[in-house]
């Protein structure tokens, strides 16, 4: 079992940045693709950004331009750095990573997830 843990959220004002950082306990990222989803109160958990196994980069025209996704070259480290937050991306965000993936699923293994709110 892969375990993920998510780190660097927090509480900004809007305009503000974060960068949300997941780690795999055990492994690297190798051979995974790899995702960042939100979920915000009231509402279905969405993707935010993901990069496939074949290297390819997808994120939501929501964040697109404001969000992105990257690994170290390691691929020990999975980031989403957020710029110009919004109010409106208040959120748990969740990290997902494996080998096989649905939009609605994600992929086979979720961090607990990490607050981000954002203050208007």
């Known amino acids: 079992q892969v375990q993920l843990v998510e780190s660097g959220g927090g509480l900004v004002q809007a305009g503000g940045s974060l960068r949300l950082s997941c780690a795999a306990s055990g492994r690297t990222f190798s051979g995974y693709g790899m995702g960042w989803y939100r979920q915000a109160p009231g509402k279905q958990r969405e993707l935010v950004a993901r990069i496939t196994r074949g290297g390819s980069t997808v994120v939501a025209d929501s964040v697109k331009g404001r969000f992105t996704i990257a690994t170290d070259n390691a691929k020990i480290t999975l980031y989403l750095q957020m710029n110009s937050l919004k109010p409106e991306d208040t959120a748990v965000y969740y990290c997902?990573?494996?080998?096989?993936?649905?939009?609605?699923?994600?992929?086979?293994?979720w961090g607990q997830g990490t607050q981000v709110t954002v203050s208007s």
């Open positions: 997902t990573a494996g080998t096989t993936w649905t939009i609605t699923s994600g992929y086979n293994y």
